[in-house]
């Protein structure tokens, strides 16, 4: 089955700066990667996504990558501010098939 | 986007006692889903809940410690039963809605404490 690693788990940056969050996985039949953001005390909730017929996707501040045949995808966050400071998970899924998480990173934006 | 609701937002059991979860969401969706975040970890599928069937269950989750159910399109309940300290965990609701692919959305989620 699939399985997803995420790097790195702890990550702190100054406010301004920009933070790269990145993620492998294993299944080639995986194409649907979105990343969920998880405050202190609130569910997660989706900020982005991409499927594998594209290579980036660009929303404001937050960009993500895919590398399909590294089998690895980024999330980019730039002139990152206190309150991008969360816990970010990202996850894989193939066709059809349910969602596998990775362990998740602990961003802190450092004022 | 589903707007999702979770009762209870917390709480605070007995060691063997049970615990109902109800999922509430604003629209009918496709799927919907039940996951446990334990303290600090990432999220772990429990179960599929399916509407007039039985739940899809995930490999080390059972029927008889976390029945399903799910009556209609936009509810569903999970049971937490004969709880140990080792359930204390995070307990997610997430949907697919009707209109969009393989995206989900988290309810606020369940805070359990088990003593």
């Known amino acids: 089955g699939e399985n997803v690693e995420q790097h790195p788990s702890t990550l702190s940056v100054q406010e301004g700066d920009s933070a790269v969050i990145k993620c492998t996985y294993s299944?080639?039949?995986?194409?649907?990667f979105p990343w969920y953001k998880q405050e202190l005390g609130k569910g997660p909730q989706l900020i982005i996504d991409?499927?594998?017929?594209?290579g980036e996707k660009k929303d404001q501040r937050i960009a993500v990558t895919l590398n399909k045949t590294a089998k690895h995808f980024s999330l980019h966050i730039t002139e990152t501010q206190p309150e991008d400071s969360a816990v970010y998970f990202c996850?894989?899924?193939?066709?059809?098939?349910?969602?596998?998480f990775g362990p998740g990173t602990r961003l802190s934006v450092l004022p | 986007s589903a707007v999702i609701s979770q009762k209870p937002s917390r709480d605070i059991c007995q060691r063997g006692t049970s615990l109902t979860i109800q999922c509430q969401v604003d629209s009918q969706v496709t799927m919907m889903f039940w996951y446990r975040q334990q303290p600090g970890q990432s999220l772990t599928l429990i179960a599929t809940?399916?509407?007039?069937?039985?739940?899809?269950?995930e490999s080390g989750f059972v029927i008889d410690k976390f029945p399903i159910s799910r009556p209609n399109l936009t509810f569903s309940t999970l049971t937490v039963s004969n709880m140990s300290p080792e359930d204390s965990s995070i307990y997610l609701c997430?949907?697919?809605?009707?209109?969009?692919?393989?995206?989900?959305?988290f309810g606020p989620g369940t805070r359990l404490t088990v003593l």
């Open positions: 991409i499927r594998s017929n594209v």
């Open positions: 996850a894989a899924s193939p066709y059809g098939q349910n969602f596998v």
């Open positions: 809940a399916n509407q007039g069937s039985e739940a899809t269950y």
């Open positions: 997430s949907v697919e809605p009707r209109r969009t692919y393989n995206e989900q959305f």
């Open positions: 299944d080639s039949a995986s194409n649907y």
